[in-house]
């Protein structure tokens, strides 16, 4: 089993940054990749970033590109999202996942693990 808890989400206006953590625990050694998705109101969840498991890797949707960062700290068993020059198109409930075995990097769908989710909102 695996446990992951996001937190660091908050409002920001446009152009700010937030920091999103999602602590791991449990069976995480045999994770493929690790997520961020984000599901906004009236919309499909969708990937936002992945990282893969062997630190190597990474992928981000287009409309993040240049403006989020993904990272893990393996001492930790943290997994971040760092969020520059947010957008109102950003407001989501942002969810991390985790990814057992293959992992797709631009689809790592279906995902093994979800966490709670934490909600990011961006106004103007």
């Known amino acids: 089993q695996v446990q992951l808890v996001e937190s660091g989400g908050g409002s920001v206006q446009v152009a700010g940054s937030l920091r999103l953590s999602c602590a791991a625990s449990?069976?995480?050694?045999?994770?493929?990749?690790m997520a961020w998705f984000r599901q906004a109101p009236g919309k499909e969840r969708e990937v936002v970033a992945v990282?893969?498991?062997?630190?190597?890797?990474?992928y981000y949707t287009d409309s993040v590109k240049g403006r989020f960062a993904i990272s893990r700290d393996d001492a930790k068993n943290t997994l971040y999202l760092q969020m520059n020059s947010l957008k109102p198109e950003d407001t989501a409930m942002y969810y991390c996942?985790?990814?057992?075995?293959?992992?797709?990097?631009?689809?790592?769908?279906?995902?093994?693990?979800w966490g709670q989710g934490t909600q990011v909102t961006v106004s103007s």
């Open positions: 996942a985790l990814k057992l075995r293959v992992c797709n990097l631009s689809n790592p769908n279906p995902i093994d693990y």
């Open positions: 449990g069976d995480t050694d045999r994770s493929a990749c």
């Open positions: 990282f893969s498991g062997d630190g190597i890797s990474t």
